[in-house]
């Protein structure tokens, strides 16, 4: 129903933002994960999930779309609301709470305060597959801000070799030197593969 709301940040906690809209307050809940990447933004753009029950209309924002769709994966699972998925993402980040799917760690899962055995293998039986084939979760390595990151991978793919390979050597790479040009990271990247 409500994809994504943009609009002016008014208030936020660690657990909730009202946003501005058009002259509206929308309260949204907001997992930690989100929290820590909204900084001291005034203009924000969340993208939403709007949970309808009986009693309650409650809208969650997510900062990615990636934390959003996991969000929507964890609530198809039986006995796991939107409070629950919400302390999931509060509590593990979305591409290590997908790595521990698609590895069945159901000790990661367990860390979570609240998740028992049960749920956490429930968790991994009904998501780890649709996980892995939704996602490639060698991909889902922390997002990195850096342009130049990119865009010595774009040229090593154009080059002919594999996006997986060559962005094992970049991290690499960039370990060493974080601050590189893409000429410099292209050129060493060179040298590895």
Do not use: W
Not at 74 to 98: C, E, K, Q, Y
């Amino acid at each position: 129903m409500i994809a994504h709301i943009q609009g002016k940040l008014v208030e936020k906690t660690p657990t909730e933002v009202v946003i501005d809209c058009g002259g509206v307050g929308y309260l949204i809940h907001i997992s930690l994960h989100t929290f820590s990447q909204i900084g001291s933004s005034e203009k924000l753009k969340l993208y939403t999930y709007l949970q309808i029950k009986d009693d309650a209309h409650t809208l969650f924002g997510f900062s990615e779309k990636i934390e959003r769709e996991l969000f929507k994966l964890l609530i198809s699972v039986s006995g796991i609301g939107g409070n629950t998925a919400r302390n999931m993402l509060s509590s593990i980040n979305p591409s290590d709470l997908f790595r521990a799917i698609a590895n069945a760690d159901t000790k990661t899962i367990q860390s979570v305060k609240g998740i028992g055995s049960k749920t956490a293998q429930r968790v991994i039986l009904d998501l780890q597959e649709k996980a892995v084939k939704l996602y490639d979760i060698d991909q889902l390595s922390p997002i990195v801000n850096n342009t130049n990151l990119e865009e010595a991978l774009l040229a090593l793919e154009v080059l002919g070799f594999a996006r997986k390979t060559a962005e094992k050597v970049v991290n690499k790479v960039l370990d060493q030197t974080p601050d590189a040009s893409v000429e410099a990271i292209i050129k060493q990247a060179l040298k590895n593969l």
